[in-house]
Each structure stands twice: as C-alpha cells, then as structure tokens.
Nanobody, 114 residues
Framework: VQLQASGGGLVRAGGSLRLSCLHS????????IDWYRQSPGKQREFVAS???????IYAAAVKGRFTISRDNAENMVFLQMDNLKSDDTAVYYC?????????WGQGTLVTVSS
C-alpha cells in the first residue's frame, strides 16, 4: 500500500488550497482514508475522513471550511481547504485503514500566513 500526499504550499489567511492523496488501492480496498495534520510542537491530530461508502467526518476545527472527497477512477482523495487560518499551518498526512491495518503517506506542508 502506498500513499502520496501533495498540494501543500504557502497561502494567505482566508485563502484556499486543495491537497491530494494518491493511493495504490481501489475504492473497496480501504475502509476509510483520512487526513491528519501535525503542527510544530503539537501531536498529530485528525482532520477529516471518508469511508468506502463515502461517509465523511470532520474535526470540529475544520468543519464547514474543509471538504474531503474522492475520485475513485484516479485513486485519489482530496482535501479542499477554504478560509484558511494561521492555526491550519501544519504538515498534512493522508492515512489509510484497511481492515485495521494503518498506512501513512509522507506529509505535505501547508503554511498559512496572517
């Protein structure tokens, strides 16, 4: 199982970015694919999740601003991030769960300037 996150960068507060996670499985390979993030000096935290039946869950801090979605044909999961805040600055990771086995991709850095 391979996961590759991309799309990070520098953006001003209030701006938008879309992160992408390319995974090696099909739609039914994984129970869910998640986005996590880790800010300097903080523990890694959950951001959003999408299941194999397209149910979604969001952390309270991003609900209403971030949208997780998937393109099964391209084996991609996306995180659309709108109205970004300085607190959203972090390294963002995608994570896949397959029947309890957890796989992590490398991170992509998002920096939000105030």
């Amino acid at each position: 199982v391979q996961l590759q996150a991309s799309g990070g960068g520098l953006v001003r507060a209030g701006g938008s970015l879309r992160l992408s996670c390319l995974h090696s499985g099909s739609k039914t390979t994984f129970n869910n694919i998640d986005w996590y993030r880790q800010s300097p000096g903080k523990q890694r935290e959950f951001v959003a999740s999408i299941t194999h039946v397209d149910a979604t869950i969001y952390a309270a801090a991003v609900k209403g601003r971030f949208t997780i979605s998937r393109d099964n044909a391209e084996n991609m999961v996306f995180l659309q991030m709108d109205n970004l805040k300085s607190d959203d600055t972090a390294v963002y990771y995608c994570r896949a769960n397959r029947l309890g086995d957890i796989y992590w991709g490398q991170g992509t850095l998002v920096t939000v300037s105030s």
